[in-house]
């Protein structure tokens, strides 16, 4: 079951960065309404990647 929440984290993880790497490219192209859409759909994709993490290293801990 850890090894699921460990996949699970590292799939928002994954999300996470490229919602970041589109927010810089709009970024740098001067569309700063898009790049923050894109920070904001980073930040959840990191704190749902924070909650699977946790879930899976406290499962991992129980298991040791």
Do not use: C, I
């Not at 090894?3 to 993880?13: F, I, M």
Request: net charge positive; aromatic share 2%.
């Amino acid at each position: 079951m850890a090894q699921s929440a460990h996949h699970e984290a590292a799939k928002h993880h994954e999300a996470a960065a490229k919602s970041h790497k589109s927010a810089a490219e709009h970024h740098e192209k001067g569309d700063e309404t898009t790049a923050a859409k894109h920070s904001k759909e980073a930040h959840g994709h990191f704190q749902k990647a924070h909650e699977s993490s946790t879930k899976a290293h406290g499962m991992s801990s129980a298991k040791k």
